[in-house]
Nanobody, 125 residues
Framework: VQLQASGGGLVQTGGSLRLSCASS????????VGWFRQAPGKEREFVAA????????IYADSVKGRFTVSRDNAKNTVYLQMNSLLPEDTAVYYC???????????????????WGQGTLVTVSS
């Protein structure tokens, strides 16, 4: 399963960006998908995840109320809408797909079999 993350860029504090994670695989719609990020000098961390139907979402405490994960299975794309961005949101953002549709332990990197290449988000103060 190939994943293509896009939509990163430079934005001011308080601004918004929407990231996209697209796949050409038909089975993408059957997989749970997560977003992770890695800031300079830090370990990669979980941001959000969404179930195959989109009916269930999970967020890291640091982004709750500011970020929204959604998906359009007709377009084989998962989105991460990021609002009220802060300098500490600066990171490379990665999307990842589970081998199936489980949401168990979905915050763990080991729950994902497929990873995209990452897109850089920079929030200026």
């Amino acid at each position: 399963v190939q994943l293509q993350a896009s939509g990163g860029g430079l934005v001011q504090t308080g601004g918004s960006l929407r990231l996209s994670c697209a796949s050409s695989q038909r089975t993408f719609s059957l997989r749970s998908v997560g977003w992770f990020r890695q800031a300079p000098g830090k370990e990669r961390e979980f941001v959000a995840a969404i179930s195959p139907s989109g009916g269930r979402t999970i967020y890291a405490d640091s982004v709750k109320g500011r970020f929204t994960v959604s998906r359009d299975n007709a377009k084989n794309t998962v989105y991460l809408q990021m609002n009220s961005l802060l300098p500490e949101d600066t990171a490379v953002y990665y999307c990842a797909a589970n081998s199936g549709g489980t949401m168990l332990e979905i915050h763990r990197e080991t729950s994902y079999a497929y990873w995209g290449q990452g897109t850089l988000v920079t929030v200026s103060s």
